[in-house]
């Protein structure tokens, strides 16, 4: 998603696209077939919005197939605790692996995430934004007519 909000960022209309490994820890192959498929057939629709205020963001869940719904959500949310371990570099030197840890995740109804775990397709529109209306309104409040 960080690549396509880069593109976007230039002006580049962008898409992220995820295949979502299964929670087995075997790590099964990921199903690239199935990726390029859903891939093509959601481009086929957007390419010609031409929509360059968007980020698309498609995650495909394992087990998917060709006659897997697509479904539009809004994103879920994902709390990383990262462990952080010391580690020494070939040449003696300290260094820090930060590793992305096991996520909590809220999935409500209608979220990516809900729909994922119940192998759908998910699609989501998301807008690149650092405007936070609520907080303005807060720091107005404060600073209204103050010097």
Do not use: C
């Not at 409500?108 to 907080?135: C, M, P, Q, R, W």
């Amino acid at each position: 998603v960080a690549a396509a909000f880069a593109g976007h960022l230039y002006g580049i209309p962008s898409m992220a696209v995820s295949l979502i490994d299964d929670d087995s820890g075997t790590r099964n192959p990921l199903n690239y077939q199935i990726g390029a498929y859903f891939t093509e057939k959601i481009l086929e629709k957007l390419i010609p919005l031409q929509d360059n205020s968007v980020v698309y963001n498609l995650n495909i869940p394992p087990g998917a197939n060709r006659e897997s719904d697509i479904v539009i959500t809004f994103p879920g949310f994902k709390r990383y605790k990262p462990t952080v371990e010391t580690r020494i570099d070939p040449r003696g030197r300290k260094y820090y692996w930060i590793g992305g840890g096991n996520p909590n995740s809220d999935g409500e109804t209608g979220s990516d995430l809900h729909v994922i775990k119940h192998g759908h397709v998910s699609l989501s529109a998301l807008k690149y934004s650092l405007f936070n209306g609520d907080e303005i309104k807060k720091l107005e409040h404060l600073f209204n007519g103050k010097k």
